[in-house]
């Protein structure tokens, strides 16, 4: 009897385990204005507003219309699922330059600072071309917060 209790366990505890590993992904926010509540509902009392378009965040967990996120400074809370997107954005970790072409040995464009928001246009192997300001080309994509898939 114990050992099939312990064994129901070990089961539940991995089904839980996978099953929030698979919840997560990157998103995108989609407006200038999202508010992240403390709870699932909008009734929950809202925590902070984000100001940012395009800001990559974290999904952790979901509840019906509701994600929850985290960013990259770990605040979290609660989004509506019309407030987001597929991932299309990252941000560098690290200074990094920008080159007009995919390769270290191409003319650098211009010296990209860590925290900077990319627009990613499309990715190849270590190497996506973004747009971000004025400026677009590619940048390695090593070090940073989001998702390049």
């Not at 509540?37 to 019906?64: A, M, T």
């Not at 990715?123 to 898939?149: A, F, H, L, M």
Request: with cysteine.
């Amino acid at each position: 009897m114990k050992k099939k209790i312990i064994i129901l366990f070990l089961c539940l505890l991995i089904t839980n385990i996978q099953s929030l590993n698979a919840e997560e992904k990157f998103l995108s926010l989609k407006k200038n204005k999202v508010n992240v509540r403390y709870g699932p509902s909008f009734e929950s009392e809202i925590k902070y507003i984000y100001e940012k378009i395009n800001l990559p965040v974290k999904q952790i967990d979901q509840k019906e219309n509701f994600r929850r996120i985290v960013d990259l400074k770990n605040n979290s809370g609660w989004i509506h699922v019309s407030q987001i997107k597929k991932s299309n954005s990252i941000i560098i970790l690290e200074d990094k330059i920008l080159f007009k072409k995919a390769s270290y040995f191409s003319k650098p464009i211009a010296r990209l600072e860590k925290g900077r928001l990319l627009i990613i246009k499309k990715c190849e192997n270590t190497w996506c071309n973004i747009k971000t300001g004025d400026y677009s080309g590619w940048v390695n994509n090593q070090n940073v917060w989001g998702s390049i898939n």
